[in-house]
């Protein structure tokens, strides 16, 4: 059965927003956040006024409620990535689930002159850890180019670079190319080479059903709110061998299973990881935010958000002074689309989209080392989800062609 995207989007409310200038939003910003259907934000509003309490700290009836409903969203989330809860640890996002790898596998693991890959094409928060765990330990990082004529990794120099490597640190797909790497490939000669892998799954997870236990990968990070979830949560997947392996990132809370003057004993498994008070109302929400998306078929999904970038990619390539950076043509690709204007600086070309209503991203995508292997300082980046439409898209062609009609000076 086909999408069902007037359906779809009828579970969004702020799409029927108007700007203050009366343009109705067109929301295309989807790889930064995605916006939120109504019932994660009816599960996180029932939280807080109905059974709003801290969880795994009582026995009333409140607790009881708030620490069930935190674990059955675990049991949800961990379940659509197909494995189990205790393979899942819940962090405040992709960012902080990597730092988790560094400071609590990284550091227990890793010592002087041991190699970690990564490539240029990851984002900071899967560059700068690694870069600080150099300074601090001394390993060696080493960076996979990419082929700038194709924006693909180098895979004949990820071959040379994982040659005696501890660690692989790849983007699943990337947020300014919208390339997806060939991750099964990947993790094959990785694992051959006796390295553990770290998936960055941010950009991946709202495209693709990613399976944590099939896929053979060690570490997995997810944000919720590129999915439909909330902002301020994500988690690690991790295999048990490797989950063993690790040591404490933060102390305190309920990660602790005993303290005395004279030390202290943590919890074991996941629970280790989880400190303080949980992010309650956020897993509430990120809960609710897979089982909606789990009515629909990812494949399906992908094809449709594929289908609106490849058309804008190729029709906006046609507009005088645009430059397409990346291949949305690709049936791999997801729904990213970065560009520029010859003579339109991109703050100026997204303040003059945004006029029209259409909301893109501008910048360096916090991915400068992508962008100096590109030659550029940043770009506009339209962004497609489930809920866009070949009508906006469309929209946002003709805005754009008169935007760069009326303002290039080329």
């Given at each position: 059965?086909?999408?069902?995207?007037?359906?779809?989007?009828?579970?969004?409310?702020?799409?029927?927003?108007?700007?203050?200038?009366?343009?109705?939003?067109?929301?295309?910003?989807?790889?930064?956040?995605?916006?939120?259907?109504?019932?994660?934000?009816?599960?996180?509003?029932?939280?807080?006024s109905?059974?709003?309490?801290?969880a795994?700290?009582?026995?009333?009836?409140?607790?009881?409620?708030?620490t069930?409903?935190?674990?059955?969203?675990?049991?949800?989330?961990?379940?659509?990535?197909?494995?189990?809860?205790?393979?899942?640890?819940?962090?405040?996002?992709?960012?902080?689930?990597?730092?988790?790898?560094?400071?609590?596998?990284?550091?227990?693991?890793?010592?002087?002159?041991d190699?970690v890959?990564?490539?240029?094409?990851?984002?900071?928060?899967?560059?700068?850890?690694?870069?600080?765990?150099?300074?601090?330990?001394?390993?060696?990082?080493?960076?996979?180019?990419?082929d700038?004529?194709?924006?693909t990794?180098?895979?004949?120099?990820?071959?040379?670079?994982?040659?005696?490597?501890?660690?692989?640190?790849?983007v699943?797909?990337?947020?300014?190319?919208?390339?997806?790497?060939?991750?099964?490939?990947?993790?094959?000669?990785?694992?051959?080479?006796?390295?553990?892998?770290?998936?960055d799954?941010?950009?991946?997870?709202?495209?693709?059903?990613?399976?944590?236990?099939d896929?053979?990968?060690?570490?997995?990070a997810?944000?919720?709110?590129?999915?439909?979830?909330?902002?301020?949560?994500?988690?690690?997947?991790?295999?048990?061998?490797?989950?063993?392996?690790?040591?404490?990132?933060?102390?305190g809370?309920?990660?602790i299973?005993?303290?005395?003057?004279?030390?202290?004993?943590?919890?074991?498994?996941h629970a280790?990881?989880?400190?303080?008070?949980?992010?309650?109302?956020?897993?509430?929400?990120?809960?609710?935010?897979?089982?909606?998306l789990?009515?629909?078929?990812?494949?399906?999904?992908h094809?449709?958000?594929?289908?609106?970038?490849?058309?804008?990619?190729?029709?906006?390539?046609?507009?005088?002074?645009?430059?397409?950076?990346?291949?949305?043509?690709?049936?791999?690709?997801?729904?990213?689309?970065?560009?520029l204007?010859?003579?339109?600086?991109?703050?100026?070309?997204?303040?003059l989209l945004?006029?029209?209503?259409?909301?893109?991203?501008?910048?360096?995508?916090?991915?400068?080392?992508?962008?100096?292997?590109?030659?550029?300082?940043?770009?506009?980046?339209?962004?497609?989800?489930?809920?866009?439409t070949?009508?906006?898209?469309?929209?946002?062609?003709?805005h754009?062609?008169?935007?760069?009609?009326?303002?290039?000076?080329s």
């Amino acid at each position: 059965m086909a999408l069902d995207i007037e359906s779809i989007r009828d579970d969004f409310p702020i799409l029927n927003r108007r700007l203050p200038n009366g343009k109705k939003l067109v929301y295309f910003d989807n790889a930064a956040t995605s916006q939120k259907p109504q019932c994660v934000i009816d599960a996180m509003s029932e939280y807080y006024s109905e059974y709003n309490s801290n969880a795994h700290r009582a026995n009333h009836t409140l607790a009881d409620e708030a620490t069930t409903a935190l674990e059955e969203a675990r049991n949800s989330i961990s379940s659509y990535f197909g494995t189990s809860p205790d393979q899942m640890i819940y962090t405040s996002g992709a960012t902080e689930a990597i730092n988790l790898v560094s400071f609590g596998w990284a550091r227990e693991n890793l010592e002087e002159d041991d190699v970690v890959v990564i490539t240029e094409m990851e984002h900071h928060a899967d560059i700068v850890p690694w870069q600080q765990l150099s300074k601090e330990k001394g390993i060696e990082v080493r960076y996979v180019p990419i082929d700038t004529n194709s924006f693909t990794l180098d895979m004949q120099a990820f071959e040379v670079a994982v040659e005696g490597a501890a660690l692989v640190c790849v983007v699943h797909t990337s947020n300014v190319l919208g390339i997806r790497n060939p991750i099964e490939r990947i993790v094959e000669i990785s694992h051959s080479n006796n390295a553990r892998v770290l998936l960055d799954c941010a950009q991946g997870a709202p495209h693709e059903r990613i399976n944590f236990d099939d896929s053979g990968v060690d570490f997995v990070a997810v944000s919720a709110h590129k999915m439909g979830g909330p902002t301020g949560i994500g988690c690690l997947l991790v295999k048990k061998d490797a989950m063993d392996q690790m040591g404490p990132f933060m102390t305190g809370g309920s990660m602790i299973k005993t303290v005395s003057t004279n030390g202290s004993t943590f919890q074991e498994g996941h629970a280790m990881f989880e400190t303080g008070t949980p992010r309650i109302a956020e897993a509430i929400g990120w809960g609710a935010a897979v089982d909606w998306l789990d009515k629909f078929d990812m494949v399906q999904v992908h094809s449709h958000i594929n289908k609106i970038a490849s058309w804008t990619a190729e029709k906006i390539s046609e507009i005088d002074g645009i430059t397409v950076y990346g291949d949305p043509t690709r049936q791999d690709s997801s729904g990213a689309v970065s560009f520029l204007h010859d003579s339109i600086q991109s703050q100026d070309l997204s303040i003059l989209l945004d006029e029209g209503g259409f909301a893109v991203r501008t910048g360096h995508h916090c991915a400068q080392p992508l962008m100096d292997a590109l030659g550029v300082p940043s770009t506009n980046r339209a962004s497609f989800w489930i809920y866009n439409t070949m009508e906006e898209a469309e929209s946002f062609v003709e805005h754009l062609s008169y935007v760069v009609e009326r303002f290039s000076t080329s």
